[in-house]
């Protein structure tokens, strides 16, 4: 067995069995202000405490697109979302309030979210290639009042559809704000806001902050929602997994649309009070290197997906840039092959470790650590304070190198404290009596390593990111050519896997290129440009059991070229 062992070094995380031993999470606690004040809001323990501690001419954030290039110092950072947070408060943002961020990376963006968190409010994120359809869903979901976007995004929000939703702000100059009666102008209300801390709302360690949307294999997006206490473990994971160190320069490539661009996009980095870079823009081999070695990045966090495409990427791009700075390198969201882990050894001369987690669990449950041996393949092993097991359907725990749920012992600090409007789907999860049942398959060697195995369900992870197959298909059958659809993912070598769709026209269509080319454009402008289908398969019939429900597991058989196993439930077998 292939093992990489750790470089010689010191690590915040010294010995790991040792701490999984003597660690409780009362510890963390010295780290906050709110222990010494009992005035909890995380926002205030991401920016303001770096502040009164003496750190606030640090540089907290460096932005920049091809147009802007900018940097903000911790006492910047504070005012910026005092004022932020005044303007919600103006607005008659209340605690608990959920407020919506539908914005391209920008400092603006950060403002707000953490604006908004101070108010009070719990901040939905969404991802600025959201169409008007995914918009829709998750601000009727989540019955929102509040929006934050920009004069570019502003038409796919359908506020007449929504009457839940009464302010609207738009970014930019005011222009746009004098379109429409909801619609006021955020650039203005901040200009015109105290940069005082009189709008931070003191809360509960267990009111919430966040709500993610997520998908599941059936069903709508459901609004993942997490509580400030989450803090406690965005920190220790930051300075255990992340090995954070006062004077690192740290980027985290996700999006804040997806949980590990709120996680550790902004809260882990920003709790531990080291300078965070974001980089705006789209991705492309020579403007990430580029940021890497303009920044003097030391800590880089990103994705299997976006290490593919740079392996694949010709190597002299490579050798242009001088990346001697980093120290360590992070990895989430996928499987991260070993072939990726030792073209990192190859290339950086450094270890890319592997963090398994999920939008539900908040936080890094699952590591590989700089003090400790590597075995690639393997997400390693669960951080101190957290217990991981590999379970039965019944919840008898399986032995070493059995496959079987991977499921996390309930109770941890940044675990979701509910589904928004859906106690059900929540109680899933918890079903069996002390876990959280993940979804993923895994099993555990006898050295205690996990390894990923694949999703239980349908979800799939395309270029990381998790789209269900029902809001495609929901939309695929909204299509004036369509029947039925049935959307798989198909493994593929640089995403993971790519979004395949199987559909069956409806009377008087014919399959035809041109006719592909439409439903793709046709999802790419409803939905998302991540959720479009790269394969389409045209089919007479799609399998379907008695009741009606498309059979995935028949489709992906297909494609496989594998067994269909059992189809006894299948009409017209
Ligand atoms: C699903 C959760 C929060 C991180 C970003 C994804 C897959 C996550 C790994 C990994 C293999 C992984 C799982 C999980 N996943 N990390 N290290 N190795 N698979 O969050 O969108 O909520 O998706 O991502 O299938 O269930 P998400």
Redesign the pocket.
């Known amino acids: 067995m292939e093992i990489l062992e750790p470089k010689q070094g010191t690590y915040q995380l010294e010995d790991y069995s040792r701490t999984r031993e003597t660690f409780d999470w009362e510890q963390t606690k010295e780290a906050f202000s709110w222990n010494k004040t009992g005035n909890v809001n995380i926002a205030y323990e991401t920016i303001d405490r770096h502040v009164d501690e003496g750190r606030g001419e640090k540089t907290a954030l460096y932005y920049s697109d091809a147009s802007r290039d900018e940097a903000y110092t911790f006492q910047a950072m504070k005012e910026k979302t005092n004022q932020a947070a005044h303007v919600f408060k103006d607005l008659g943002v209340k605690k608990g309030d959920p407020v919506f961020i539908f914005m391209p990376r920008s400092p603006e963006l950060y403002f707000a979210l953490l604006g908004a968190v101070k108010a009070g409010a719990v901040v939905g994120p969404l991802f600025e290639a959201f169409m008007q359809d995914a918009v829709r869903a998750r601000l009727e979901d989540s019955e929102a009042k509040m929006i934050v976007t920009t004069p570019e995004l502003v038409s796919r929000i359908p506020h007449e559809e929504l009457p839940h939703l009464e302010t609207i702000l738009v970014t930019g100059d005011s222009s746009k704000a004098d379109e429409h009666e909801k619609y006021v102008s955020f650039d203005e209300k901040m200009k015109a806001a105290s940069t005082d801390d009189s709008a931070i709302e003191w809360v509960d360690l267990e009111d919430g902050f966040v709500l ?1 949307y ?2 599941g294999s059936t069903g709508k997006p459901k609004g ?1 929602y997490h509580v400030h206490k989450a803090m406690l473990q965005q920190y220790q994971t930051a300075k255990w997994v992340l090995d954070l160190r006062e004077d690192d320069i740290y980027w985290c490539t ?1 999006d804040p649309g ?3 661009g709120t ?1 550790y996009g902004i809260f882990g980095p920003w709790l531990y009070g080291v300078t965070n870079v974001v980089r705006g823009g789209r991705f492309s081999p020579d403007d990430w290197y580029a940021t890497l070695q303009n920044y003097k990045v030391t800590v880089w966090y990103s ?2 997906t976006a290490f593919r495409m740079l392996m694949a990427a010709p190597k002299e791009i490579l050798e242009k840039y001088d990346l001697s700075s980093l120290r360590h390198i992070l ?6 092959n070993p072939e990726v882990v030792r073209w990192g050894w190859d290339v950086f001369g450094l270890r890319i470790h ?8 908040g936080a890094m449950l ?1 590591c590989n650590y700089p003090s400790e041996p590597i075995k690639p393949g393997s ?1 390693g092993k669960p951080i101190p304070g957290v217990d991981a097991s590999i379970i039965d359907d019944d919840g008898n725990e399986l032995g070493p190198n059995e496959m079987g749920n ?1 499921a996390i012992r309930a109770g941890w600090p940044a675990q979701m404290r509910k589904i928004w409007n859906n106690e059900p789907k929540f109680n899933e999860y918890f079903a069996i009596e002390g876990w959280y049942v ?3 398959t895994a099993y555990k060697d006898e050295d205690g390593y996990f390894w ?1 195995q ?2 239980n369900d349908d ?1 799939i ?1 395309t270029a ?3 789209v269900g197959p029902f809001e495609i298909e929901s939309k695929l059958v909204e299509h004036e050519a369509i029947a039925e659809a049935g959307v798989i993912g198909k493994p593929d070598e640089i995403r993971g896997h790519i979004i395949k769709a199987f559909v069956a026209l409806k009377d008087g269509y014919e399959p035809s290129d041109d006719l592909q080319d439409n439903i793709k454009k046709f999802i790419k402008s409803e939905l998302a440009a991540h959720a479009v289908p790269r394969e389409i398969e045209f089919k007479d019939k799609l399998p379907k059991t008695r009741s009606g429900k498309i059979m995935r597991r028949v489709l992906k058989a297909w494609e496989l070229d594998e067994p269909t196993g059992d189809l006894s439930t299948m009409d017209d077998a």
């Open positions: 993610h997520t998908s993942v996700a997806w949980v590990t996680s994705a299997p990895s989430v969201g996928e499987p991260l592997d963090t398994w987690w999920m939008t539900e669990t699952i997400m991977l993940s979804g993923d990923f694949g999703r979800v992870m990381g990111e998790r």
